[in-house]
């Protein structure tokens, strides 16, 4: 897990063109507002649906597999971006962002598999620790590198990352460290029969869809109306490194620190503080409210997001744990596509109505998830050791 850590660290570091693409299209390639914007949405629709469709694949051909695959694909597509006719990245960029997703599904399911129950949620904070250091240094590097060179080289960097983590990971995840993948038994149940049995996964999956939504206003309307209240982009770009700065410091602690706490009540109480920081807002228009805003967003984001990746893993049957991943990768992007375009035109037609709902949906979904918690789980909260005893691959693939 440290050396998978290690290796996407340095994945993130380097993944940092999305951060520019915006500028990337409608600079260098002349595009106008209008199609940037279609292209990005496509990108981020691709997206999505990797996230929703990569557990499938790896449920059936090896999670492992997959991810090298998508790594693979995703590295080759990005790196021959400034190479690229513009009308060709209409179809390039939303397969490698496809391809991006599908690997962020394997990943997580690759985790899951390697990982004894009792240490999931502390493998899971690794690897965001990691994912959130890299992206701590990236844009930095990033701006440097597209103002001082070029952004073709961003893109090539990209590339050359996902190309390298697909052979990092090849390396430290031996071919037969995770079971080898059989086709799922119908009589062992698909899907849907499965997730009916857990309402209570049925419940944080809509909770999460719900909270990404409210979550991923701080990067579309919130700088908007930080600008409306003359507040420049410097103090967003400080709030943003707060929240940056917190995660990397807290996130392996506190996941170490509440280990043995029952998942479901982290999570909705993480959800209910990501609530609590949009409240914050409706104080009136300050620094001082805008810090503490991304401070409780932060807290809220750093108790449900690793607890809830962890609590969909001990939930899954190993049938379809894959598909588990898939389901929560999906949902925990939704803001992605839906966040800008629905805060956007609620901001423009009513800016005063958008901070109370936010606050009133995301202490809706934490409300919600902490009242399933009276239901007896079937993984996770039945207790959660701190060890877990270990299979032969777990013990290779671990320790």
């Known amino acids: 897990m440290w050396l998978l850590a290690a290796g996407t660290f340095a994945n993130m570091t380097v993944s940092v063109g999305f951060v520019f693409v915006f500028l990337y299209l409608t600079g260098p390639r002349a595009m106008s507002p209008g199609e940037a914007g279609l292209l990005v949405g496509l990108g ?3 997206l999505l649906a990797g996230n929703f469709t990569g557990g499938w694949y790896g449920d059936h051909l090896g999670h492992r597999r997959v991810l090298l695959a998508a790594a693979t694909a995703s590295g080759a597509l990005l790196a021959a971006v400034p190479a690229l006719p513009t009308p060709a990245l209409y179809l390039a960029l939303p397969l490698a962002q496809y391809t991006s997703g599908v690997q962020r599904a394997a990943n997580s399911a690759l985790v899951a598999v390697i990982v004894p129950d009792g240490a999931r949620r502390q493998a899971f904070a690794l690897i965001r620790a990691s994912a959130n250091g890299g992206f701590t240094i990236g844009p930095v590097l990033g701006a440097f590198v597209a103002t001082r060179l070029s952004y073709d080289y961003l893109y090539a960097a990209e590339g050359i990352g996902s190309l390298a983590l697909a052979a990092w990971t090849a390396r430290v995840v031996p071919g037969g460290t995770t079971p080898h993948p059989r086709p799922p038994r119908r009589e062992a149940g698909g899907l849907w029969p499965e997730l009916r049995t857990r309402p209570a996964v049925l419940t944080l999956l809509l909770a999460i869809v719900i ?3 409210v979550y991923r206003q ?6 908007l109306y930080l600008a409306d209240h003359h507040m420049d982009t410097g103090v967003y770009g400080a709030l943003l490194a707060v929240n940056g700065a917190v995660l990397l410091c807290l996130e392996l602690p506190a996941a ?7 998942p479901l009540r982290i999570v909705g109480t993480g959800l209910l ?3 609590a920081g949009y409240a914050t807002l409706l104080l009136g228009a300050s620094i001082t409210t805008a810090a503490a805003m991304m401070i409780l967003l932060t807290l809220g984001e750093l108790l449900y997001k690793t607890t809830a990746t962890a609590y969909m893993a001990d939930e899954a049957p190993p049938h379809v744990q894959g598909r588990f991943q898939s389901l929560y990768a999906g949902a925990s992007i939704t803001g ?3 966040a800008a375009p629905l805060g956007g035109t609620l901001y423009a037609a009513h800016p005063t109505a958008l901070w109370p709902l936010c606050a009133t949906l995301a202490a809706l979904a934490g409300a919600a998830v902490l009242a399933t918690t009276h239901h007896r789980p079937r993984g996770s909260e039945r207790g959660n050791p701190t060890e877990a005893p270990r299979t032969e691959s777990t013990q290779q693939a671990v320790g």
């Open 211 to 213: 909270t990404d939504i």
């Open 256 to 262: 170490l620190a509440l280990r043995r706490h029952a």
């Open 273 to 275: 503080l990501v609530g």
């Open 218 to 223: 701080q990067y579309s309307t919130f700088p």
């Open 44 to 46: 981020g629709t691709g």
């Open 336 to 338: 992605v596509v839906l």
